[in-house]
C-alpha cells in the first residue's frame, strides 16, 4: 500500500500565500504523475495541478500565475506554492500520486485531505 500525508493547510487572507507538502511512503518501486486537487463547498473535485516524474507540469486556468507545483523526487514528496490566494481557492485539497508499487502493481493513491480557508 502507499500512504500519502498532506500538510500545510490553514486560513490565511486575500493576496496571502501558503506551501502545502505530500509525502508518499509504503510500497514504492516508482511513482509517476503526483497532483493536487481540491473540493470547493457544493463543487465537485478539479485538478488544481499536476507533475509527472520528469518535471512536465500542467495547471488549471483559474491557478495558473499564482500556483508552483514542484517535486522532490528523492523524498517522494509533492510540493504545492500558492500565492495571491482568493477566496474562491477555499477548499479541501488533496494530494494523488499514481505509479508502481513493484513490477507487477499499479498504483493510484490519495491523500486524505487538508483545508485552506482563504478569508479576511
Known amino acids: 500500500q502507499v500512504q500519502l500525508v498532506e500538510s500545510g493547510g490553514g486560513l490565511v487572507q486575500p493576496g496571502g500565500s501558503l506551501r502545502l507538502s505530500c509525502a508518499a511512503s509504503g510500497r514504492l518501486l516508482s511513482i509517476n504523475t503526483m497532483g493536487w486537487y481540491r473540493r470547493a463547498p457544493g463543487q465537485q473535485r478539479e485538478l488544481v495541478a499536476a507533475i509527472t516524474k520528469r518535471g512536465s507540469t500542467d495547471y488549471a486556468d483559474s491557478v495558473k500565475g499564482r500556483f508552483t507545483i514542484t517535486r522532490d523526487n528523492a523524498k517522494n514528496t509533492v510540493y504545492l506554492q500558492m500565492n495571491s490566494l482568493k477566496p474562491e481557492d477555499t477548499a479541501v485539497y488533496y494530494c494523488?500520486?499514481?505509479?508502481?508499487?513493484?513490477?507487477?502493481?499499479?498504483?493510484?493513491?490519495w491523500g486524505q485531505g487538508t483545508q485552506v480557508i482563504v478569508s479576511s
Open positions: 494523488n500520486a499514481d505509479g508502481n508499487s513493484d513490477f507487477w502493481t499499479v498504483f493510484n493513491s
